[in-house]
């Protein structure tokens, strides 16, 4: 995989973060004190919200404390919102968010997983793009933070990424432009029938899982297509599906089954191997924007800035 303008960890000088946590607890805390030195090093000056350490049974404080927390963070100085962890909680906030100041704050919101939920609804809601990619506990919360996941990172931020080109020797053939959109499968289809499922068309839909076992992923996969968000798309762009182990009675059937059979009833090109998931190495792409993508060759191009 590379990136088009990669520069290693280039310093800035005038964007920063501001970390919340909306969902699940950071365990350890410190983890959180870890991410801002490392985020730092890169030079994003870093705040955490008073609340990015609190802990409430599975959660990261009450419902209400939660949504204080967003609530503050639409008032604060920095330029970049990002969530600490996900977890689980942020659908339970949705239908209290206020979308339409979330749009207005003209800040920058970026996590995966649960954040998914807020990337989706902001999309569906206003429209606007948000971002998914890192958060701050599990990609920057570590000792050795991977090198390609942060160079990514920060030049979306910086508006340098051009070009994310991967490796995808099995995609089918596309040249084509859309709307990027999608995340997490499991909280994608969770808010199907929904005010906050984004009703996108001639889209290209990226999705990724954990923990979700390979007919789990299909079945999925087999709601976006009877639902028939899957034939008004131009593409299907798979992330990595990590975290499950296949069981006897399983027969060998594994995601290359999935893709196989989504690709048979669904009849839209599918574009495997996206750097993006619960993996070390994650790109960071904007959910809402417009976007190229291309095959060939075995390696896959998006284009996420023309010139």
């Given at each position: 995989?590379?990136?088009?303008?990669?520069?290693?960890?280039?310093?800035?000088?005038?964007?920063?973060?501001?970390?919340?946590s909306?969902?699940?607890?950071?365990?350890?805390?410190?983890?959180?004190?870890?991410?801002?030195?490392?985020?730092?090093?890169?030079?994003?000056?870093?705040?955490l919200?008073?609340?990015?350490?609190?802990?409430?049974?599975?959660?990261?404080?009450?419902?209400?404390?939660?949504?204080?927390?967003?609530?503050?963070?639409?008032?604060?100085p920095?330029d970049?919102?990002?969530?600490?962890?996900?977890?689980?909680?942020?659908?339970?906030?949705?239908?209290?968010?206020?979308?339409?100041?979330v749009?207005?704050?003209?800040?920058?919101?970026?996590?995966?997983?649960?954040f998914?939920?807020?990337?989706?609804?902001?999309?569906?809601?206003?429209?606007?793009?948000?971002?998914?990619?890192?958060?701050?506990?599990?990609?920057?919360?570590?000792?050795?933070?991977?090198?390609?996941?942060?160079?990514?990172?920060?030049e979306?931020m910086?508006?340098?990424?051009?070009?994310?080109?991967?490796?995808?020797?099995?995609?089918?053939?596309?040249?084509?432009?859309?709307a990027?959109?999608?995340?997490?499968?499991?909280m994608?289809?969770?808010?199907?029938?929904?005010?906050?499922?984004?009703?996108?068309?001639?889209?290209?839909?990226?999705?990724?899982?954990v923990?979700?076992?390979?007919?789990r992923?299909?079945?999925?996969?087999?709601?976006?297509?009877?639902?028939?968000?899957?034939?008004?798309?131009?593409?299907?762009?798979?992330?990595?599906?990590?975290?499950?182990?296949?069981?006897?009675h399983?027969?060998?059937f594994?995601?290359?089954?999935?893709?196989?059979?989504?690709?048979?009833?669904?009849?839209?090109?599918?574009?495997?191997?996206?750097?993006?998931?619960?993996?070390?190495?994650?790109?960071?792409?904007p959910i809402?924007?417009?976007?190229?993508?291309?095959?060939?060759?075995?390696?896959?191009?998006?284009?996420?800035?023309?010139?």
């Amino acid at each position: 995989m590379k990136a088009a303008n990669t520069s290693s960890h280039a310093p800035l000088t005038n964007q920063r973060i501001y970390v919340v946590s909306p969902s699940g607890p950071v365990v350890p805390a410190e983890k959180l004190d870890t991410a801002v030195v490392n985020l730092q090093a890169l030079g994003f000056k870093t705040t955490l919200d008073r609340g990015a350490k609190t802990v409430n049974g599975r959660f990261a404080g009450t419902d209400l404390q939660r949504l204080q927390a967003l609530t503050r963070a639409l008032k604060q100085p920095a330029d970049i919102v990002m969530a600490a962890r996900g977890g689980y909680g942020m659908t339970r906030l949705l239908p209290s968010i206020d979308w339409r100041a979330v749009a207005d704050s003209g800040k920058v919101f970026v996590g995966h997983s649960d954040f998914t939920a807020f990337n989706l609804a902001l999309l569906a809601t206003t429209g606007a793009v948000s971002y998914t990619g890192p958060v701050a506990a599990a990609d920057f919360g570590v000792p050795n933070v991977n090198d390609l996941t942060a160079d990514l990172f920060a030049e979306t931020m910086r508006g340098e990424l051009e070009i994310l080109s991967f490796e995808s020797e099995k995609a089918d053939a596309f040249d084509g432009r859309g709307a990027l959109w999608g995340g997490n499968l499991a909280m994608l289809v969770s808010l199907l029938g929904t005010p906050f499922f984004p009703k996108i068309r001639g889209g290209i839909l990226f999705v990724e899982d954990v923990n979700e076992h390979p007919y789990r992923v299909e079945r999925l996969l087999l709601q976006l297509a009877q639902s028939g968000v899957l034939g008004r798309q131009k593409a299907l762009v798979l992330g990595s599906f990590t975290g499950y182990r296949l069981a006897a009675h399983d027969q060998g059937f594994d995601i290359p089954d999935v893709i196989a059979h989504i690709r048979k009833t669904v009849g839209i090109p599918v574009i495997p191997g996206l750097p993006y998931g619960h993996t070390a190495v994650k790109a960071t792409l904007p959910i809402g924007a417009k976007v190229g993508l291309a095959t060939e060759q075995g390696m896959a191009h998006l284009v996420i800035h023309e010139h």
